[in-house]
């Protein structure tokens, strides 16, 4: 990845700049001391090193479905460095057969993550909106309304 952490959009931006809830895949660092595993934030560029994102990337890309790298919220109260999150360009739709392929390549049929450190998380059109009417006194303003 070349680009710099700001040329990212954060997740709430992609919601409203697609308009509908959208799905990511977030990931932690994993570390295992003897039969204990433990899950930790991500520095800055621990993603570069993590063998599921890669192993994920090359399935997306496998499986023709859309991804780019994506931040957290824009008022997540982190520092805004990127730390390998995705973006798949996916509906939020349970009659979606590509989000019930991407469900059971992430996950066992209990719920559980195949790969530890990986979740696969979503946010709503809403509560992005929400975010900017919080982070811009002036957003009602702005919108444009049908």
């Known amino acids: 990845m070349n680009m710099a952490d700001d040329e990212i959009q954060a997740i709430d931006a992609i919601a409203r700049l697609v308009g509908r809830d959208v799905l990511f895949i977030s990931f932690e660092k994993v570390i295992q001391e003897?039969?204990?595993?433990?899950?930790q934030a991500l520095e800055r560029d621990d993603w570069r090193s993590l063998p599921q994102r890669r192993q994920l990337v090359d399935w997306l890309e496998a499986n023709d479905i859309p991804w780019k790298s994506c931040r957290s919220f824009s008022e997540s109260g982190d520092d805004g460095t990127y730390r390998g999150q995705i973006y798949v360009d996916i509906h939020r739709d349970d009659s979606d057969p590509r989000l019930?392929?991407?469900k059971r390549f992430l996950s066992h049929s209990d719920g559980t993550m195949r790969m530890p450190g990986t979740a696969l998380c979503y946010t709503t059109y809403e509560q992005a909106v929400a975010t900017s009417r919080d982070a811009d006194p002036d957003f009602l303003d702005d919108a444009q309304w049908f």
Do not use: E, P
């Open 34 to 39: 003897g039969h204990r595993i433990t899950l």
């Open 100 to 102: 019930a392929l991407l």
